[in-house]
């Protein structure tokens, strides 16, 4: 099955970035996207944002449309989430997913493969 690995995770101030990157293995599908969700403790998973990866059209929640990017490295199969202006609302779990679809999801139950997750904490 595809495995996903995540990276990049840890703790910044306020206005800080961070940059995660998930890295994709095993038998991985020529048409797909690959999203960021984040769940903080006691509220539902949330969708970040996604790319799909043939033409790398990128999608993101209104909440980090200026401040996220989600690209692609096709030759490494991962995909990163530079975080800028943090703020300590965006504390959370990102998880990293996979979707064997055409088309992107904001839903968690579309989405196939998942990361470890990687803890990110940004502090006042």
């Known amino acids: 099955q595809v495995q996903l690995i995540e990276s990049g995770g840890g703790l910044v101030q306020a206005g800080g970035s961070l940059r995660l990157s998930c890295a994709a293995s095993?038998?991985?599908?020529?048409?797909?996207?690959m999203g960021w969700f984040r769940q903080a403790p006691e509220k539902e998973r949330e969708f970040v944002a996604a790319i799909t990866w043939s033409s790398g059209i990128t999608y993101y929640t209104d909440s980090v449309k200026a401040r996220f990017t989600i690209s692609r490295d096709n030759a490494k199969n991962t995909v990163y989430l530079q975080m800028n202006s943090l703020k300590p609302e965006d504390t959370a779990v990102y998880y990293c997913a996979l979707d064997w679809s055409r088309r992107v999801s904001y839903s968690p139950t579309a989405y196939e493969s998942w990361g470890q997750g990687t803890q990110v904490t940004v502090s006042s």
């Open positions: 095993g038998p991985i599908p020529s048409s797909y996207i």
